[in-house]
C-alpha cells in the first residue's frame, strides 16, 4: 500500500485540476466545489465503511493496548522529525529545539520512539506540516477539497502535500516489503484512534459531510495560529476600527463597557472541530 511521491503529487494535481473543472461558485464560498467534494467524500465514506473502518475495529479489540501505543508512538517519533523542521521554519525555534530533543530522546532511551519518554520529560508534543508553514507565511488556505482516500484538505495544503510525504523518514527504509507493512499499519492505527470520534459523528450530524467541513476547516486555521485568532484579521479589523467616525451610538457604547455582559455559548463548530 506504499504509495510513491510521484504518485501522491500526481494525485494532489489532478485533484486540484478535477474540482476546478467541476466546480461553480456555490453558497459557501470556501467551499465552490461542493459537488465534487461530496462525490469525493461518498466515495471515500465507502472505501472506509468497506475497508478502513472494520480493519480499525479489530485492530483496536485484538491487540493490547500497550501495542497499539507503541505502534502510535513509534510514528509519532518520527512524524516529531517534520514536525521541528517546520517549527523552525515558521521561526518558532523554541518549539523546534524542544522537538529535536524529544526525537533524540525518544529515539534512544525511548527504544527508537515506542515509549514516549520525553512527554515524561515535560518535551510537549507539536504537529505542524508544511501546509502550516505556507499559512504562517501568509498563503491563503483556499478553497475546500476532498481528496481521493485523504480525506479533508485544502487547496494549500493539496499543494504542500507531496513535500509532506517527500519528508516523511518512512518512506527511506529500504527494505520494500516492511515499508508497505509499516505504512498499512500506520493507516490503521491512525483509523483506530478516530473511531469513538466518527461513532458520534454518525449518530450526532444531519448532514455529515457539511459537519466535517465546517469542523476541519475551523480546526485547521486553529492549527496554524496555534489555537490564537488570525493576526492577519486582528490587523486588517484594527485598521477598520481606528477609522471609524466617533459618533452619539459610539459614546453610548463605550458608557456601556462596565456593564455587565451576557455569557455567550460556545460555538458548536469550536466543539467539533476535533472530529
Known amino acids: 500500500m506504499n504509495i510513491s511521491t510521484f504518485s501522491m503529487r500526481k494525485l494532489a494535481l489532478a485533484t486540484v485540476a478535477a474540482a476546478t473543472l467541476a466546480g461553480c461558485a456555490g453558497p459557501n464560498p470556501r467551499d465552490p466545489y461542493e459537488g465534487y467534494n461530496r ?60 522537538d529535536v530533543m524529544r526525537v533524540a530522546l525518544n529515539s534512544t532511551f525511548g527504544l527508537l520512539g515506542v515509549m514516549d519518554v520525553a512527554s515524561g520529560a515535560g518535551l510537549q508534543k507539536h504537529k505542524e506540516d508544511f501546509g ?17 482516500l485523504l480525506g479533508p484538505s485544502t487547496v494549500r495544503d493539496t499543494v504542500a502535500l507531496p513535500l509532506d510525504i517527500k519528508a516523511d523518514p518512512w518512506q527511506y527504509n529500504d527494505r520494500v516489503n516492511v515499508r508497505n507493512v509499516g505504512t498499512v499499519v500506520r493507516v490503521i492505527d491512525q483509523r483506530a ?20 467541513r465546517d469542523g476541519f476547516l475551523q480546526q485547521r486555521e486553529s492549527k496554524v495560529f496555534d489555537g490564537e485568532a488570525n ?6 479589523s484594527a485598521y477598520a476600527d481606528d477609522e ?16 455587565p455582559q451576557a455569557i ?12
Open 264 to 275: 455567550m455559548s460556545e460555538p458548536a463548530a469550536e466543539k467539533n472541530a476535533s472530529l
Open 231 to 236: 493576526p492577519r484579521a486582528k490587523k486588517k
Open 39 to 98: 462525490a469525493m467524500f461518498n466515495f471515500n465514506d465507502k472505501v472506509d465503511e468497506v475497508a478502513l473502518k472494520p480493519a480499525a475495529t479489530v485492530y483496536k479489540t485484538v491487540l493490547p493496548n500497550f501495542v497499539q501505543t507503541g505502534v502510535n508512538n513509534f510514528f509519532g517519533n518520527l512524524a516529531d522529525v517534520w514536525t521541528a523542521a517546520n517549527n523552525f521554519m515558521q521561526g518558532k525555534g523554541e518549539q523546534g529545539i524542544s
Open 193 to 212: 484512534g478516530l473511531l469513538d470520534a466518527t461513532n458520534l459523528l454518525e449518530e450526532a450530524a444531519l448532514d455529515r459531510y457539511e459537519f466535517v
Open 244 to 259: 471609524k467616525p466617533a459618533t452619539a451610538d459610539s459614546d453610548k457604547a463605550d458608557k456601556g463597557k462596565d456593564q
Open 132 to 148: 502550516q508553514t505556507l499559512g504562517m507565511w501568509g498563503v491563503r488556505s483556499g478553497p475546500y477539497l476532498v481528496l481521493p
